[in-house]
């Protein structure tokens, strides 16, 4: 027990030992190292050698110097005009009196007015003779006794009655105008009626020969007939 605690001890010892001699060899180095360093950093603090120019700052900008225009001062009085009242005459008329040389006066000769010959229209004469509306046929077979108004004929009314009859350009009564009554209204009305419902005519015409309207004036007597 005792051998190999002796050889133990002896053991620790020696790995203590080196690890010791170790940590001394280490640090004489990092020394060393510390001082070499240390020499090259004192070696290489020599200065850089380096030129400075100095900057000077630019000129500041002149202005140009403000000039202001001068000012003249009338000294001369102003100038009036002197209030002068001017006496103008009136301007003078003189009236000449025209002077004519004498002419020579000659007389008038009087000029026969020429004679114009008077001309005297001619009445001109139609183209065609007017002519008058014409009744065609049997004038007596417009109004027969068997048209006698049945009243008038059992009163024994009797009378003559005159009419006018418009006729158109074709010949046919357009109206019908009493020109004298017989004193009964229903044998006017009668002659009228009968009249315009059958007359026919031939129509009127114009210088131009052409048919125009007219005119008819007739009568009627009407008469109650004898048994």
């Known amino acids: 027990m005792s051998y190999v605690d002796a050889r133990s001890d002896a053991r620790s010892r020696l790995m203590t030992g080196g690890v010791v001699a170790g940590l001394q060899v280490a640090l004489a180095l990092a020394v060393l190292s510390g001082f070499a360093v240390r020499d090259f950093v004192r070696e290489n603090r020599t200065p850089l ?128 105008a009493i020109t004298g009554s017989s004193g009964y209204p229903a044998l006017d009305q009668a002659t009228c009626k009968y009249a315009m419902r059958r007359a026919r005519f031939d129509p009127a015409s114009d210088a131009a020969g052409q048919a125009s309207a007219g005119t008819w004036d007739s009568a009627v007597r009407w008469v109650i007939p004898k048994d």
């Open 49 to 176: 050698a380096s030129e400075f120019f100095p900057t000077t700052p630019p000129p500041k900008p002149v202005e140009d110097p403000i000039v202001e225009p001068e000012q003249t001062v009338s000294t001369t009085p102003p100038i009036t005009a002197p209030d002068t009242m001017l006496d103008i005459a009136p301007p003078v008329t003189f009236q000449v009196a025209p002077v004519l040389p004498d002419l020579p006066t000659t007389p008038l000769v009087k000029l026969p007015q020429p004679s114009v010959p008077t001309v005297t229209p001619k009445p001109t004469s139609p183209a065609f003779e007017p002519v008058a509306a014409r009744p065609r046929g049997d004038v007596g077979s417009w109004i027969t006794t068997s048209d006698y108004p049945s009243r008038e004929l059992r009163e024994g009314h009797e009378g003559l009655v005159r009419f006018r009859l418009s006729v158109d350009a074709r010949g046919r009564a357009s109206d019908c």
